[in-house]
Each structure stands twice: as C-alpha cells, then as structure tokens.
C-alpha cells in the first residue's frame, strides 16, 4: 500500500488489515500502524521501490495513493508552469509502481490506483489536478491490456474530507459545504467511503480496466 500512512491511503490500508491482509505500507515519513508493517520509501525513488518489491516477490496486491508531491491550484492562466509540470509527479509514480510492481506481483494480482473527479468535472483552480487524473485514467485503460492477467482499476474520488486540507472548525466546514453545493449528494465524502471502492475492485476477480466514481454524484451535475 504506496502512500498508505494518512488519508484515503490510511483508509485503504486498516480496511486491508481489518479483512486479514498482510499489508505493508509506504511512505515518505516514517509512522506506526497497529498490524501494520510501515515502511519508508518515495514512489518517485525507483531504486526504493524495486528493492521493495523485489523484496516481497509473489504478493497479490499493490495499491498506490500516493500524490508524489504538491499539486498546483489556481486560475491556469495566473499558474506557475513549472507547479503545473510538478503535478505529475502523481502520474510518474504511478507509472513507477506498476511497472516495477507488476513483475513481482502474483499472476491473480490486481492493482488500484486513485485519480480524481476533476478528470471528468472542471471546477475552478483544478486544471492541474485534473490534467493529471485525466492522465492517470487513460494509463488504467491501456495497461490493461498490456499487464493481464493482472488486472487494474481506478478509483475516482470527488470532494473528500481528509487530513489534506490545512482549515479547522467552521472554516473546514465551510469549505466542504460550498464545495460540495449542486451535487446530489451535498457533503463531502469520506476517506472510508472511497476506501471501501478499493476494496470492491481488488476483490472482483472480473473487473479490469475501469474506473469507480466515489463522488456523491459530482461529475452528474
């Protein structure tokens, strides 16, 4: 579990542990989860993370949520170029996961990885973000073909309440009631509910190649 250690990633990580998994978690700090082997390793060190895999040959799932570092937010046209480039480091450490991943993973594996409801749904100040999950889910439906009988899947999570956003109290409440106005299910999503997503297309040995919306009907309206 890449990026497994706070978040939708924390999520995923104690659903596995919960449901008798053995799941280890990376990610670039060093932290502790009850029956959790924690590991640190960055998904845009490839050296890091072939020694990872290589180290646990034959294991069944790999599951990335990593950001792979900060995302630009704003206007586009007022946006930092380089910020927008650096985005995809998202992308990159995907890309980095599954290629050096898939060698090692069991014939039956599956992966998951995460993209993001502004793929499919502009909203403002997301244009960087959404370029990058755009990307991420046309790189789901190619491998696929390319890493069978391995199968991957993506999940497409909307407004979700987690550890990412900096505001507290009512100025935290405030932002994910605006945010999530207009959308058929006015609130902000849990980082369980898109946890429980990832779990169903791990799980679902006839899926490949398709992405979960866990949006509260956002990319509808």
């Not at 995923?12 to 053995?22: H, K, P, Q, V």
């Not at 991943?101 to 244009?127: D, E, F, M, N």
């Not at 073909?145 to 909307?158: F, H, K, Q, T």
């Not at 990412?164 to 932002?175: C, F, I, Q």
């Amino acid at each position: 579990m890449l990026g497994g250690t706070s978040g939708i990633g924390l999520a995923t990580t104690e659903m596995l542990r919960d449901a008798g998994a053995e799941v280890i978690a990376a990610s670039r700090r060093e932290t502790d989860i009850d029956g959790v082997e924690c590991v640190q390793v960055d998904v845009l060190d490839r050296e890091g993370l072939h020694t990872l895999f290589e180290k646990h040959h034959g294991f069944d799932y790999l599951v990335n949520a990593a950001t792979g570092g900060p995302r630009a937010i704003g206007p586009f046209l007022e946006m930092d170029l380089d910020g927008f480039q650096n985005s995809f480091a998202k992308l990159w450490g995907y890309v980095n996961s599954v290629r050096l991943g898939v060698p090692h993973i069991s014939p039956q594996g599956a992966v998951v990885l995460y993209s993001g409801y502004p793929a499919r749904k502009w909203r403002a100040g997301t244009l960087a973000i959404g370029s990058v999950g755009g990307s991420v889910e046309a790189f789901i439906r190619l491998a696929a073909n390319e890493i069978a009988p391995v199968r991957i899947n993506g999940v497409s999570p909307g407004l979700i309440d987690t550890p990412m956003s900096p505001l507290e109290g009512e100025a935290r409440e405030e932002y994910y009631r605006a945010g999530s106005q207009g959308h058929l299910i006015a609130r902000a999503g849990t980082s369980e509910e898109v946890a429980s997503a990832a779990m169903f297309l791990l799980e679902n040995e006839f899926v490949t190649g398709t992405i979960v919306d866990v949006d509260g009907g956002a990319i509808c309206t």
